[in-house]
């Protein structure tokens, strides 16, 4: 069997140089560090933490914490490195970085059917089996080299990300469904706000505390996705003749427009997740649920996904990615980790652990796994197969990606929706693994 090429050694990658290797097959994992540095990170070591040293919620009834625990039934070594690197950290997972690292390293290096090479690898190979897990800070070689493979217009090198609250947490009392153009009334859901509420959520956005990032992650904005506190630092009418305008949506209730309108957009067919329409930012969370919460009919909004924006490069993954991340128009090429189009450390682990382990059955004759929709991996898989792909953006772990959770109280339908994905997941390990 030949060996199976990975390109990039985050966390991704390594992961899928794991579950490959531990499952009898051969790797060669490209990683540039320590030879070629980035401007994000400080060693050469495999999966080296950048942004934070948490790995968010132990808690099986958070998203985060359901994913980290299928993770850690299919065998993931992200996660068994994070258990032996842990910290105190309350209900989060916490690790020290270096031994997280450096545990995950020594893993790979040792592993007699992995070969780590430090080169960079400028071209992607065109015979044989590939993963490309370069994430967010790819390369401008590798960069220009899928943009000719998959078309300029589906790789993005920015990030824009408008926040996602859950549709059972709305007060849809104060809400309407209205289309600004007629096209499809069903198509947007509407927030209403009067002159007094509009300034009162204007001057906390101009107040608020905004995330600064890091050096690396200084990028130009562009005019048409620019974070909303800076079009609220413009002047005080800027929202409401931007995305907040009330043009074409009068209130059903009075017959009239607005002083100012929020517009919510689905996320999926089910409807169990919105975004607020222009809402990309870089407040920090605090501050986003506290601000977002002034709207009317958000004041007890769940948070799906917070609004961000950054550095990225990812693809788009509906136009061009199967749910067993291999790309549509070159099934040989896998897509893993942040580039495919997922957001956080775990979400990049999980990727790393579906590439690896179809890129094997790959290299074996055999057909690549659809995991199942009913448990958190095979949920966010789907969500990047069969998303819009005109309003794209990274999707990180979140219970409303599960498109058939039933009507209950928020505590109890988590409660329910991951005890089904562990008990489903441990039935399809026994079929499928």
């Not at 009834?61 to 258990?83: P, Q, T, V």
């Not at 409303?400 to 209950?408: C, H, Q, R, T």
């Amino acid at each position: 069997m030949d060996e199976i090429i990975i390109i990039g050694g985050g966390l991704a990658g390594s992961e899928a140089a794991w579950q490959i290797a531990r499952r009898g097959g051969k790797v060669i994992l490209y990683e540039m560090r320590p030879t070629k540095g980035t401007p994000a990170h400080k060693t050469g070591n495999l999966a080296e933490l950048v942004c934070s040293n948490s790995l968010k919620s132990k808690d099986l009834f958070n998203a985060h914490g359901l994913l980290k625990e299928e993770l850690r039934r299919m065998g993931s070594l992200i996660i068994e490195a994070a258990e032996e690197a842990a910290l105190p950290g309350g209900k989060a997972l916490v690790v020290d970085r270096e031994i997280f690292s450096r545990y995950i390293t020594e893993k790979l290096e040792s592993h007699p059917r992995i070969r780590v090479v430090r080169k960079e690898i400028r071209k992607i190979p065109q015979n044989g089996l590939v993963i490309m897990a370069t994430g967010p800070l790819t390369s401008g070689f590798l960069a220009s080299n899928l943009q000719r493979l998959t078309g300029e217009e589906n790789l993005a090198f920015y990030d824009a990300i408008s926040p996602i609250v859950d549709a059972s947490t709305l007060d849809y009392t104060k809400l309407y469904f209205k289309d600004r153009h007629g096209w499809d009334d069903d198509s947007y859901l509407n927030a209403p706000l009067d002159e007094e509420t509009y300034y009162r959520f204007w001057q906390a956005l101009v107040k608020a505390e905004v995330y600064a990032g890091h050096e690396f992650d200084k990028i130009p904005y562009f005019e048409g996705c620019l974070p909303i506190e800076v079009m609220a630092a413009r002047g005080v009418d800027t929202l409401r003749f931007g995305p907040l305008r009330p043009v074409g949506l009068p209130d059903p209730k009075t017959g009239r427009e607005p002083f100012a309108v929020v517009q919510l957009r689905p996320e999926n067919r089910e409807r169990t997740a919105y975004s607020l329409v222009g809402f990309q930012t870089k407040l920090r969370i605090k501050e986003q649920i506290r601000i977002f919460r002034m709207v009317p009919g958000l004041e007890k909004a769940d948070f799906l996904r917070y609004g961000a924006v950054h550095r990225n490069t990812f693809l788009n993954a509906p136009k061009l990615l199967n749910r067993t991340l291999q790309l549509r128009n070159l099934p040989h090429l896998l897509i893993a980790g942040q580039l495919a189009g997922t957001e956080g450390y775990v979400e990049a682990a999980m990727g790393g652990l579906v590439a690896g382990i179809n890129a094997l059955r790959m290299a074996q004759g055999l057909e690549p796994l659809e995991f199942p929709a009913e448990t958190m991996t095979g949920a966010l898989l789907k969500y990047l197969e069969t998303a819009d792909p005109r309003y794209f953006q990274p999707m990180n772990a979140n219970f409303g990606l599960f498109e058939d959770a039933p009507k209950m109280k928020k505590m109890e339908k988590r409660r329910y929706l991951a005890s089904r994905a562990l008990e489903v997941l441990k039935r399809w390990i026994k079929e499928a693994l």
